[in-house]
């Protein structure tokens, strides 16, 4: 793959990293339905996230966010257009191969926690290592995410920051390459918000997870090294930032 070029909606003062492109999305389209009911819902996006960014996707609702996170979440599939992780194409795999992709390479936070309700915090977060071949250290990333204390608790037991907490770790654990958020803080109030958000910066710190985040808060973009907006499923502007703030400092 070639390196990145610099965007054409770029201010000069921002450049884009020198790591190569590892999700490269090209030309991406996809729509539901058909005849006059047929809504367009992605329109020939293409832009590429480089090993190790936090990358930001903002738009307002209907801009096409989650579903272009579920096309490189391999759950849903463009019309046209390509996906490539890591310089394999999406759209030429299988089943199996998606399965496969799915379970090694990604890690996937939802507005929601999804949690196992018979399960502990910890048991929940030991959930995901099984579908890893080299899981992170239970008990060192139980202690990154501030769940020392509360590890032996049910779901039902935990505040909505500390589940989605453990969502976090279960979805880390096993080590992926890239973790998915989507509208991660849309359930919890404002510190509990910054709380997360602090939480998903520090393990793109500590251990490299580049991470792509879907929201339609705008402050979330200045704690990212790289922002696109979308609106009508396309790719209205795209920028990087320099010099992140630490997540703990936003406000909105």
């Known amino acids: 793959m070639s390196g990145n070029a610099p965007s054409k909606n770029e201010s000069s003062e921002n450049r884009q990293p020198k790591n190569k492109p590892f999700l490269v999305v090209k030309d991406l389209c996809k729509s539901y339905g058909t005849g006059d009911a047929k809504q367009n819902v992605l329109r020939g996006l293409s832009f590429s996230v480089a090993q190790g960014e936090i990358c930001v996707l903002l738009g307002p609702s209907g801009s096409g966010k989650s579903t272009l996170l579920n096309i490189i979440g391999g759950i849903d599939q463009g019309d046209s257009g390509s996906v490539l992780f890591d310089g394999h194409n999406l759209t030429d795999m299988n089943t199996a191969e998606l399965g496969r992709y799915r379970r090694k390479e990604l890690g996937y936070v939802f507005q929601t926690y999804n949690l196992i309700g018979n399960l502990t915090g910890k048991e929940n977060v030991e959930v995901g290592a099984y579908l890893s071949d080299s899981p992170l250290d239970l008990e060192e990333l139980i202690n990154t995410l501030g769940l020392s204390e509360h590890k032996g608790k049910l779901p039902g037991q935990l505040s909505g920051g500390q589940q989605q907490r453990v969502s976090i770790g279960r979805a880390i654990i096993k080590n992926p390459r890239l973790l998915l958020c989507d509208e991660p803080t849309g359930a919890l109030d404002y510190e509990t918000s910054k709380e997360i958000l602090q939480l998903i910066q520090d393990v793109n710190q500590k251990y490299g997870t580049t991470i792509l985040m879907v929201t339609h808060n705008e402050a979330i973009k200045h704690m990212a090294n790289h922002v696109i907006k979308l609106r ?19 406000e909105w």
Do not use: H, M, W, Y
């Open 232 to 250: 009508d499923g396309k790719v209205r502007t795209e920028t990087f930032n320099p010099e992140p703030i630490q997540a703990s400092e936003l």
